[in-house]
């Protein structure tokens, strides 16, 4: 009985997510959707003797870690040749007409730019994944792909009782973008591009990380005894019945110009689609010719790969020039004649890193290729070394800066890092600017008036040297500079005297410590309690922090063993800066909210956004940007955005005002409101 309902649930559940994830059109709401799911959380959790591994409830990932186990291949996972042109996808063609010697048809398709996966089926149900790790044998990494709501867990309709299938896992371009503008306030490195994103999702340890990420997979090869079809194109149709997400950019094609006409259409449609494709992929459709044709040692005869050309351009190199960050990074720019790419004017470039430049052995002068391809920033991917030849402004080789092009120092690298550094963090102007930037700007102390040009000024007229600084700004001093009256040297002191009371993990943000971001210091701050301990902290210490590694903990040390650091904090600390947690907030530090996702939204009349969003922090809640169906409850002020209401209303997220959620969090009725929240 109770086992013939999980039974229904699952299959249930399993259409819905299909309906959804495969094709784009789903029968019910979401909130109907995580009712039936919590429905079978409970069913399941009362009878564990019906556990199922591939039950809907898995797909949410858990935070155990394990490393990955390597599992050997039982077909390898070879690559494909790849051909940049149409007379080479000509040769190609031929090649298989002379092996063949018969009528021959072939079939198009995307080749999707992601990370190749295998995924193992045994009597319909998902056994294995393993990615392509040397070709011979790879990482498993089940876990993290039962997360992906696009790839069946368990098969509908005819299939063979044992089969593996090949695709292609993929981060959605917008799921990639907002990745990156996250990690970038949380000070981590960007991904260059979504194929690296989504190779590096795959391999993370948390397979509930894995599920936030929203990746995606599309399915191109079936291997195995018993395939459905003697065609290829058969089995792909075969694979999209069964619950594969199978492309519909796929083609059979019986001469060349019909290829033609694929590569000619997609070149230019695939910029519309919502997943990176760097090419077309041809195969022979007939598995028996095929398997006449054989393989290389590397690839097999019977398919082959067109590689799109990447957005490029040529153009000269005039100069580089070396830009300083806040945090002393040094990065080479190189600045070129100007040259339309993609719709837009390009007049410079990014090198990255010295390394990058060698490699590249640039000469002012050159003639380089520039290209946009997945990357954000353009970049320069070769020289044209023939042009060399007929070059007469051919100029020195570029050398990487031995001194800081704003300061002087001597520039460092610090050990397993591409990047240079100036050290002199202290007396660098773009350093000292940028730091005293960061120290005033909203989320750190927000003091208000002292913008970048403002901030230039006091600079250049001996007023400000350091963060410390600031706190000794004189009214008249203000006023005297051009383009400042008395009323914004009064508004400035104004932000300046407030900020005192900003608390201490936003000082610490606001010091602008390499690497503590905003969720760092605060992580710091509550270990810690306050600065004296975190400047004494050794590194053992600072790493036993959860989410602290080795490499903030190092910055950390870096830090405090700075003379002029410890100074500007104790100067800091004498203005009357908060320097630890106080005693309300380290007692107020509740549970009301653990465990729930809450998203701030519109304008708010009794506190600020920043002190809720503090406020769901100090109650073990977690603030998050955007509403989905996991999200808890929306905080909702006035005017919330119209988009955030809608998706609310879809997924049917609760709306909380202002009043209800301070009653929440207020300890004596923390139970009942949890309990009311959550329905
Ligand atoms: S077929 C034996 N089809 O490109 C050939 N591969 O360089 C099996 N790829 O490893 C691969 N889209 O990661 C095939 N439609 C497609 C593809 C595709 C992307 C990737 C895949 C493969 C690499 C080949």
Redesign the pocket.
């Known amino acids: 009985m109770v086992k013939d309902q999980i039974e229904a649930l699952r299959r249930e559940l399993e259409q819905h997510n299909y309906n959804y994830y495969v094709l784009s059109s789903p029968t019910i709401s979401d909130k109907e959707f995580d009712t039936k799911l919590r429905q079978l959380q409970e069913l399941e959790e009362q009878h564990p003797e019906f556990f199922d591994a591939n039950s809907p409830t898995q797909r949410v990932g858990s935070d155990i870690t394990s490393g990955f186990e390597q599992v050997a291949h039982v077909y390898p996972?070879?690559?494909?040749g790849?051909t940049y042109s149409l007379a080479e996808v000509q040769d190609f063609y031929e090649r298989v007409r002379k092996g063949l010697n018969e009528d021959f048809e072939l079939v198009c398709?995307?080749?999707?730019?992601g990370?190749?996966i295998s995924l193992t089926y045994e009597n319909g149900n998902l056994l294995r994944a393993v990615t392509?790790g040397d070709g011979e044998k790879g990482d498993d990494v089940t876990a993290n792909v039962k997360t992906i709501r696009s790839i069946p867990l368990r098969l509908q309709g005819n299939y063979p009782p044992m089969f593996e299938i090949?695709g292609?896992i993929l981060m959605p371009w917008s799921v990639f973008e907002e990745l990156n503008i996250e990690r970038e306030r949380q000070e981590e490195p960007l991904f260059a591009n979504p194929r690296n994103a989504a190779s590096g999702t795959l391999k993370l340890q948390s397979s509930k990380q894995v599920a936030a990420r929203k990746l995606d997979a599309y399915f191109?090869?079936m291997l195995g005894e018993n395939l459905p079809a003697e065609l290829h194109s058969g089995n792909l149709a075969a694979a999209k019945s069964w619950g594969f997400k199978i492309s519909d950019a796929t083609k059979v094609c019986r001469s060349l110009e019909e290829v033609a006409e694929f590569i000619n259409y997609w070149d230019v449609e695939r910029k519309n689609l919502p997943v990176a494709t760097d090419g077309i992929?041809i195969?022979v459709n007939s598995l028996n010719q095929q398997k006449n044709l054989g393989f290389t040692a590397k690839?097999?005869r019977w398919?082959i790969?067109y590689k799109f050309q990447a957005e490029q351009a040529v153009t000269r190199l005039n100069s580089v020039s070396y830009q300083v960050g806040r945090t002393g990074a040094v990065t080479p720019v190189a600045n070129l004649d100007p040259v339309q790419l993609s719709g837009t004017t390009v007049k410079r470039a990014s090198l990255h890193n010295a390394d990058i430049i060698e490699s590249l052995d640039l000469h002012i002068g050159d003639m380089v290729f520039v290209e946009k391809g997945g990357e954000i920033i353009p970049k320069i991917t070769a020289v044209d070394k023939v042009a060399r030849e007929t070059n007469f402004m051919m100029g020195d080789k570029v050398k990487f800066i031995k001194n800081c092009p704003e300061c002087g120092a001597a520039l460092m690298r610090i050990e397993g890092e591409a990047a240079h550094y100036c050290p002199n963090e202290n007396a660098c102007p773009p350093q000292i600017k940028g730091k005293i930037e960061h120290f005033v700007s909203r989320r750190a102390m927000n003091i208000d008036g002292l913008g970048s040009e403002t901030i230039n000024l006091l600079y250049q007229n001996d007023l400000l040297h350091n963060i410390a600084d600031i706190f000794e700004l004189k009214v008249p001093d203000l006023s005297r500079l051009e383009r400042l009256g008395t009323k914004s040297a009064y508004n400035i002191k104004d932000g300046v005297e407030k900020s005192k009371e900003v608390p201490f993990e936003r000082v610490l943000f606001a010091l602008g410590i390499r690497f503590v971001g905003e969720t760092v210091a605060k992580k710091l701050a509550f270990a810690f309690k306050d600065i004296e301990a975190i400047e004494q902290a050794t590194l053992e210490k600072l790493i036993a922090v959860d989410e602290i590694g080795e490499r903030i903990a190092q910055s950390v040390i870096r830090y405090f063993a700075d003379a002029a650091n410890i100074e500007i904090v104790s100067r800091l600390k004498s203005y009357g800066l908060q320097m630890s947690l106080t005693e309300e907030k380290l007692q107020a530090r509740g549970e009301a909210l653990a465990g729930l996702s809450i998203v701030i939204s519109g304008t708010f009349a009794l506190h600020s956004r920043d002190e809720y969003k503090t406020m769901i922090e100090m109650n073990g809640g977690k603030n998050v940007g955007s509403v989905s169906a996991k999200t808890s409850f929306i905080l909702a002020g006035e005017n919330m955005g119209p988009e955030k209401l809608k998706k609310a209303e879809k997924l049917g997220v609760k709306l909380v005002d202002e009043k209800t959620f301070l009653t929440m969090i207020n300890a004596e009725q923390q139970e009942e409101t949890q309990q009311g929240l959550l329905f």
């Open positions: 996972m070879l690559s494909l790849n398709e995307l080749k999707y730019d990370t190749s392509r090949r292609e191109y090869y992929v195969k690839s097999p398919a790969a």
